[in-house]
């Protein structure tokens, strides 16, 4: 709102100074300040409020050390992140802008699953929550819509030609051209590779000619699996305090970098990456949304005066999803997000290994001590601060690589 009032007032009215609204990286510091106001100034009334909502987390009996301290703590934090996060993204990004509006919709959307989930444990007294068939109804919704938004909308496109026989006009950071040339593509980025663009459609190529009208039918499916694997994998990190936040900060922090520069065509040009038109807003949003996760941080750090709950986790996990496949590193996920990606692995071989030895020897054993993997460290004895930082510090190190291969091929 507040960038077209100050572009009305620049452009129509030559206010002077009020260009400077016109800068993305001013912008997002912006909403970087104010998120992280609001989420640590107003996030303590937040949670007051559910003190008195008795919106208390129910503990199950894991005989892990410290856990029965946890009981009754304020859950359905993430209303803070969710909180703190939209309203600088209403202020100052452009709310025209197709990515924006679907990471909004991202946003709300998981964010209502994960309320309606931790308001059936809450005030239902179901510690199961919403069954599990409706949270991936929801989640396959919102990637049925991700998926056909970037796939059908005339707004999304793709060059892979930068910088070859353009005119480029330079007035602030949102540099276009005088001949653009984008075009629709399902084509993502390989990591590690050279020549690293691969098109979704080129599976498809058996099929024969015209084959490109049907890439739907393979991207589609992709972007529904993608959002539902790392929402999941956000829900089952969240288990012990700062976890879930912390990682998610830094895996996010390292996507506004790839979002920054492939939204620019001068950058994306230099690293010889992928050029986006107009994803270089979704910097905003992902300013805004860290500076909620290191706010609610204030709060959520060990001990811990609230949970995000999967009001939280489940938004975290889905607009990082979205942010991956919009910039077109959903390929990275995997490294980007390799602690997510370990603690779904986790319970997955768990309950696979669980079931096989059962059915095999007639008594069940497991690989780790407890899953997820978080809770086999504190069934070691390790104390989880002492787990969440180290965990910290592998996600800044995958983070960190991920960004590297803008060069490493």
Sequence with gaps: MLYYLFE???K???????????????????????????????????IRFLQNQQ????????????????????????????????????????LQNIYVVLLIVTTLWMGTIGFIDDYIKIFKKDKQGL????????????????????????????????????VFRVATENVITESPVEEKSTATTIPFFKNNEFDYAELLAWTGEG??????????PVVIFIITAVSNGANLTDGIDGLAAGTSAISVLALGIFTFVSGNI??????????????????????????????????????????MGDTGSLTIGGIIAVLAIAVRKELLIPL?????????????????????????????KRVFLMAPLHHHYQKKGYHESKIVTRFWIVAIMLAILSIITLKLR
């Design 211 to 220: 084959y490109e009208k049907w890439a739907w039918v393979i991207f589609i």
């Design 336 to 364: 980007l997000c390799g602690v997510f990606l370990v603690e779904n692995l986790s319970v997955v071989i768990q309950v696979s290994y669980f079931k096989y030895t059962k059915k095999r020897f007639g008594e069940g």
């Design 131 to 166: 069954k599990g068939i409706f949270k991936v109804f929801g989640q396959v919704g919102l990637g049925l819509i991700v998926g056909a938004v970037l796939y059908f909308s005339p707004a999304v496109t793709v060059r892979t030609d930068t910088g070859k026989g353009d």
């Design 55 to 94: 919106v208390g987390e129910t503990v199950r009996e894991l005989g892990l050390a410290g856990q029965n301290e946890k009981a009754g703590t304020p859950t359905m934090g993430g209303l803070i992140i969710i909180f703190a996060t939209l309203v600088p993204v209403v202020l100052f990004a452009k």
């Design 8 to 10: 009305y007032l620049d």
């Design 266 to 307: 001068i950058f994306s040009n230099y690293l010889n990456i992928m050029y986006i038109p107009n994803s270089g807003e979704m910097t905003v949003f992902i300013a805004a949304f860290v500076g909620s996760l290191i706010g609610f941080l204030w709060y959520n750090s060990y001990p811990a005066s609230v949970f």
């Design 12 to 46: 129509t009215l030559n206010v002077s100074g009020t260009g400077v609204f016109q800068y993305i990286t001013f912008r997002s510091a912006l909403a970087f300040i104010l998120s992280l106001l609001l989420s640590t100034i107003y996030g303590k009334r937040i």
